[in-house]
């Protein structure tokens, strides 16, 4: 059987909730914070804090901040406009089910969803990182090509002509004696 944390406290703006919930001597964690649309869930076993929020909330920006002994929220409304309390009042026990399983099956839906979509970015890096990988070892095939291509019209020379330096010195030779002949 859980023991209730009801102690907590809170104020909103047009646009967010901010609620304190006093956690004094527990270890609260990420993973022991849960938080859907409508529904909202602090378990540290045995201690437990549950609310069936009065009016739907951005669970994607909203924030949970955990330190001295506090677990502070802050919960962007869906939709601006003034909540009479931060619960519904009146759940009975079917109902807290219902809405507890609603928001788990949501939860898993919407975990599900991130991960597909991780896993098609993560598929889609791969492909540009291998479309990049195979351009860069075309040229790199297209270089040795072209190098091979050459050496090969390099063996028909004697050693002396393969030396970039004779050949300098052959051009030279050949200028000047263009320019001695007249031509």
């Known amino acids: 059987m859980p023991l209730w944390l009801r102690e907590h406290s809170w ?22 914070i849960f938080c ?3 529904y909202l869930k602090v378990s540290v076993p045995p201690f437990l804090f549950e609310a069936v929020l ?4 951005d669970e994607t920006n909203s924030t949970a901040k955990i330190g001295n002994g506090i ?14 309390s931060l619960t519904v009042a009146d759940v009975n026990k ?30 889609e890096h791969k492909k540009y990182a291998l479309e990049a990988t195979m351009k860069w070892l075309q040229k790199q095939a297209e270089a040795r090509r072209t190098i091979s291509a050459d050496l090969s019209e390099l063996e ?9 330096d004779w050949l300098k010195d052959k051009g030279k030779l050949n200028t000047c004696l263009k320019q001695a002949l007249g031509i």
Not at 54 to 57: G, L, S, V
Not at 96 to 123: D, F, G, I, M, S
């Open 54 to 57: 009065y009016a739907p909330i």
């Open 94 to 123: 079917e109902e807290l089910q219902h809405l507890r399983e609603n928001a788990v099956l949501r939860a898993q839906e919407k975990a599900k969803e991130e991960t597909e979509a991780k896993k098609v970015t993560k598929q």
């Open 156 to 164: 028909d020379l004697k050693e002396e002509e393969k030396n970039p």
């Open 11 to 32: 104020r909103q703006s047009g646009t967010a909730v901010y609620l304190s919930l006093p956690v004094r001597g527990l270890r609260v964690t990420a993973a022991n």
């Open 71 to 84: 677990v502070f929220f802050t919960l962007y409304k869906k939709e601006a406009s003034m909540w009479e």
């Open 36 to 38: 859907t649309e409508r």
